[in-house]
């Protein structure tokens, strides 16, 4: 199995790097002059270069929106976590208060020689 991804690899490499040579090989021996060919690589180039920065402030753009987005996702669920931290304390204080009572209330039993009464 390793043998196949190892040719397939050599094949790829193999293949782009004709391609390039075959592209060279066009342009020099195409049926132009030496300046025009120098022209049209110089256009293309160019070409290429702007594409290149489009593709870049486009990404960009992406990026920092992505991350705006991120960012206020964040502050909603830290929100949502504030508000439930705070109810689940809400709930703790009244358990708190009621195990309280119910304590106060059989030790005050317990003090008058009572039975304590079953919950």
């Known amino acids: 199995m390793s043998d ?41 180039a160019i070409e290429l270069r702007d594409q290149t ?10 990026a920092e929106k992505a991350a705006n987005e ?5 502050e909603t669920l830290l929100e949502q976590a504030k508000t439930k931290a ?5 709930q703790g204080q009244v358990v708190l208060e009621d195990t309280k009572a119910k304590v106060s209330k059989t030790a005050k039993s317990a003090a008058k020689g009572e039975k304590p009464a079953e919950s």
Request: glycine share 10%; hydrophobic share 45%; proline share 2%.
């Open 4 to 44: 196949r991804n190892d040719d397939l690899g050599t094949f790829l490499i193999g293949f782009i790097v004709g391609g390039i040579s075959g592209a060279i090989a066009a342009l020099l021996l195409a049926p132009q002059s030496g300046e025009e060919t120098r022209t049209m690589i110089k256009e293309k």
């Open 53 to 62: 920065a489009t593709t870049v402030e486009e990404s960009l753009e992406k």
């Open 70 to 74: 991120a960012v206020k996702k964040a």
């Open 86 to 90: 705070a109810e689940v304390v809400e």
